[in-house]
């Protein structure tokens, strides 16, 4: 069956350290995003790509980066320049436009 | 710009009660809108969804009605489980714009057996 992977579901990191969360598609979805996820909050966007090798900022950027070197995948880093980590974080990706979003089912990064 | 607004959870119900969540929508175009559910450490789902005014969407005993004159998207089970405890996001895209849809944020419905 066609969905979007995310691993690992639970990362522990020292403060300091860049991690990179892994986001993977088989729906052959051209767009993709990156959402942060608060205890009570909604969601809020980070990154998103339109197409191979193109990406743009979402509302809150500072302090990850991503890449979109394949169709299929849409790693995020959390940089050591993110005053906040600690978070729910979730890829998903649509084909076109007024299409329903995909979701994975999360990566819980806990920064001590 | 593109908003949507949702009732303030939690919304805490018995079970067999009547449930609705209150959705409102501003947007410079016509949108689709959608519910999406999420359950304790999962992703989002995709619930329902409708494309045009005066569509229903429905889909597990939910349902919801595309109200253009009222901008809303109330969505609505006649007799709520103990098992649809989860969040609600209600989101609307616009046709010809960016990829990005606009998401409300989010009620929480616990039901109580």
């Known amino acids: 069956d066609g969905g979007i992977t995310q691993s690992p579901k639970y990362l522990f990191r020292k403060e300091g350290q860049n991690v990179t969360l892994s986001c993977e598609q088989n729906?052959?979805?051209?767009?993709m995003y990156w959402y942060r996820q608060d205890p009570g909050q909604g969601l809020r966007l980070i990154y998103y790509?339109?197409?191979?090798?193109?990406?743009q900022k979402g509302d809150i950027a500072e302090g990850y980066s991503v890449s979109r070197e394949k169709k299929e995948s849409f790693p995020l880093t959390v940089t050591s320049a993110q005053k906040n980590p600690t978070a729910f974080y979730l890829c998903?990706?649509?084909?076109?436009?007024?299409?329903?979003?995909?979701f994975g089912n999360g990566t819980r990064l806990t920064v001590t | 710009g593109d908003s949507v607004t949702q009732m303030e959870g939690p919304v805490t119900l018995s079970e067999e009660a009547f449930l609705t969540i209150n959705c409102t929508y501003t947007?410079?175009?016509?949108?689709?809108l959608f519910w999406y559910v999420q359950y304790p450490g999962e992703g989002l789902q995709l619930l329902l969804k409708?494309?045009?005014?005066?569509d229903k969407g429905s889909n597990k005993g939910f349902e919801a009605t595309y109200r253009k004159e009222t901008t809303s998207f109330h969505l609505e089970k006649g007799s709520v489980q103990v098992s649809d405890s989860a969040v609600y996001f209600c989101?609307?895209?616009?046709?010809?714009?960016?990829?990005?849809?606009?998401f409300g944020r989010g009620t929480s419905l616990i039901v109580h057996p």
């Open positions: 947007a410079t175009g016509y949108p689709s």
């Open positions: 998903a990706s649509t084909g076109y436009y007024n299409s329903p979003l995909h």
């Open positions: 989101a609307l895209t616009l046709s010809g714009g960016s990829y990005i849809p606009t």
């Open positions: 409708a494309t045009k005014a005066d």
């Open positions: 790509s339109q197409i191979v090798n193109d990406f």
């Open positions: 729906l052959n979805h051209d767009a």
